[in-house]
């Protein structure tokens, strides 16, 4: 049964590709045309597969409905929140998840810094979207179009002497964010607040979130804050990893069935 299973599934990233008649996917599977059609009319009758008039199949209708379900269902703070509790346990300093919406970028979780000079930052609460490192990687992730436009319509409130002071040098950050991949906000929008961050990806590479680590300058100086950047960046990878379903969940035991008492094995 698992052979069979296995397959099955193994024709859906051929499909993925474009449309296959029943050789072609015979050959990828290295089966019969017989053992081919079996599996086809199994999925074409769960609308994973269609048949079209030419007789090549493509992948069915259901099969993207299910994906598109399954994201909407999806909880990204549920899962990326065991990973900052550890990443904060690590390291100490306070932990951010933000996202962005409606033209803003929220903070949807935060874990609290060990030390007794904490930050004011609410869940639920707008960021200082010209600054925060966390919002330069939701929109650096925009199309161009989209950015130059959202650029054009931002206020630039001067914070402190290292805020961005204009529309240019907004592009400019979000252009060198997008290359290197991860973001900053050294005393950008409080001379005394340091922040590193990396973007949390979905299965199609664009940044759906973005996750932080912040301490003020008594605790701990900008340049021993970027030391944790590669820290920052493997927490967001795994978040990125579990949300698309790239990676298992850590801890997930096997997928085996356990026979029940007095079957045999």
């Not at 021993?224 to 795994?238: F, G, I």
């Amino acid at each position: 049964m698992s052979q069979t299973v296995d397959r099955a599934l193994s024709i859906l990233p051929l499909l993925a590709e474009g449309p296959a008649d029943l050789g072609q996917v015979a050959d990828r599977l290295g089966v019969h045309k017989s053992t081919a059609l079996r599996l086809l009319r199994t999925l074409h009758e769960h609308g994973l597969v269609y048949r079209q008039s030419d007789q090549r199949y493509r992948l069915g209708a259901r099969l993207f409905a299910l994906a598109q379900e399954a994201m909407e269902n999806l909880d990204i703070r549920e899962i990326a929140h065991p990973h900052l509790a550890r990443l904060n346990e690590s390291c100490g300093h306070t932990v951010h998840l933000a996202v962005h919406e409606e033209n803003e970028v929220l903070y949807i979780d935060k874990v609290e810094s060990r030390y007794p000079v904490r930050m004011y930052s609410r869940i639920g609460k707008p960021v200082a979207i010209t600054v925060a490192a966390v919002a330069k990687l939701l929109l650096a992730d925009l199309p161009e179009p989209e950015r130059r436009a959202l650029a054009d319509k931002l206020d630039y409130p001067l914070y402190t002497a290292r805020s961005t002071p204009n529309a240019a040098a907004f592009l400019r950050e979000l252009e060198q964010v997008r290359e290197q991949g991860w973001a900053t906000d050294l005393g950008g929008h409080e001379e005394s607040i340091n922040c590193v961050a990396a973007p949390i990806r979905g299965a199609d590479g664009r940044v759906v979130a973005a996750m932080s680590v912040s301490a003020p300058n008594v605790v701990v100086t900008a340049e021993e804050l970027l030391t944790l950047l590669p820290q920052v960046r493997r927490t967001a990878d795994a978040i990125s990893g579990e949300y698309s379903g790239r990676t298992p969940v850590k801890g997930t035991p096997p997928m085996t069935e356990t026979p029940a008492k007095g079957t045999p094995a």
